[in-house]
């Protein structure tokens, strides 16, 4: 029954679409101002991306560390390894799951049983 549910969307993140992970307007406007241009921003959460530490980020942009900080606070870093993902599933699988979810079970425990077997 369950692969019969299954949908799986596949997006290639690679290519950023006009406004692909812009910002809520309405959060722009609660987000504290930068002292920074929008290309030293960039600059910033690409050196970050790269490793570097924002202390060092900010000598070599000539920046205060606070306005790095700033720029770097909603920065998406992928983890190394991650203990879970994100599944985009169809409502009908979501409320399989919901039905067969134990009682004092986690979603995680449920999928892990449901997908892995009891075992897990």
Same mark, same amino acid.
């Given at each position: 029954?369950? #692969?019969?549910?299954l949908?799986? *969307?596949?997006?290639?993140?690679?290519? #950023? =679409?006009?406004?692909?992970?812009?910002?809520?307007?309405? *959060?722009?406007k609660?987000?504290?101002k930068?002292?920074? =241009?929008?290309?030293?921003?960039?600059?910033a +959460?690409?050196?970050? +991306? !790269? @490793? =570097?530490?924002?202390?060092?980020?900010?000598k070599?942009? @000539?920046q205060?560390?606070?306005?790095?900080?700033?720029?770097l606070?909603?920065?998406? *870093? @992928?983890v190394?390894?991650?203990? +879970?993902?994100?599944?985009?599933? =169809?409502?009908?699988?979501?409320?399989?799951?919901?039905?067969?979810r #134990? !009682?004092?079970?986690?979603?995680? !425990? *449920?999928?892990? +049983?449901?997908?892995l077997?009891?075992?897990?």
């Open positions: 029954m369950i #692969k019969s549910l949908r799986f *969307t596949v997006i290639d993140m690679s290519k #950023k =679409s006009v406004g692909a992970y812009e910002a809520n307007p309405n *959060t722009k609660l987000r504290p930068i002292g920074m =241009s929008q290309q030293q921003i960039e600059d +959460r690409n050196a970050r +991306r !790269q @490793g =570097s530490e924002p202390a060092d980020i900010a070599q942009m @000539g205060p560390i606070e306005q790095i900080n700033l720029a606070a909603n920065l998406r *870093t @992928g190394a390894n991650p203990d +879970r993902k994100t599944l985009n599933v =169809s409502p009908e699988l979501h409320a399989h799951v919901m039905a067969n #134990k !009682q004092g079970e986690s979603i995680k !425990q *449920t999928m892990d +049983r449901l997908f077997g009891e075992s897990k």
